[in-house]
């Protein structure tokens, strides 16, 4: 009688455990599932930031070679002006 109650005992520790242990595959079912997801997500705001920094880095390009430019066209403007300055008049102390 003894070697049923112990079989019986067993038998109830396996079952047991094995509804314990789909409980347990069914939770980490679901959080790979979230995981997943988020995972996804963030490839996708990845790839916009991606793009976002290329749209950027065109516009400094663009923002550096206008810099350029405005800084040749003032350096001419100084010099063609610097020549046309006519002497003022010292003040003197009293």
């Not at 997801?37 to 990845?46: D, M, P, R, S, Y």
């Not at 880095?57 to 040749?72: C, Q, S, V, Y």
Request: charged letters at 35%; one cysteine or more.
């Amino acid at each position: 009688m003894t070697r049923k109650h112990s079989w019986a005992k067993l038998a109830v520790a396996v079952v047991l455990s094995l509804t314990l242990t789909a409980c347990k595959d069914t939770k980490t079912l679901e959080e790979n599932e979230q995981l997943k997801t988020q995972v996804a997500g963030l490839q996708k705001e990845n790839g916009q930031l991606g793009n976002d920094l290329e749209t950027m880095t065109a516009a400094r390009d663009t923002l550096a070679k206008e810099n350029e430019g405005l800084k040749a066209e003032i350096k001419a403007l100084k010099t063609k002006s610097s020549g046309k300055k006519a002497a003022g008049r010292k003040r003197r102390r009293s």
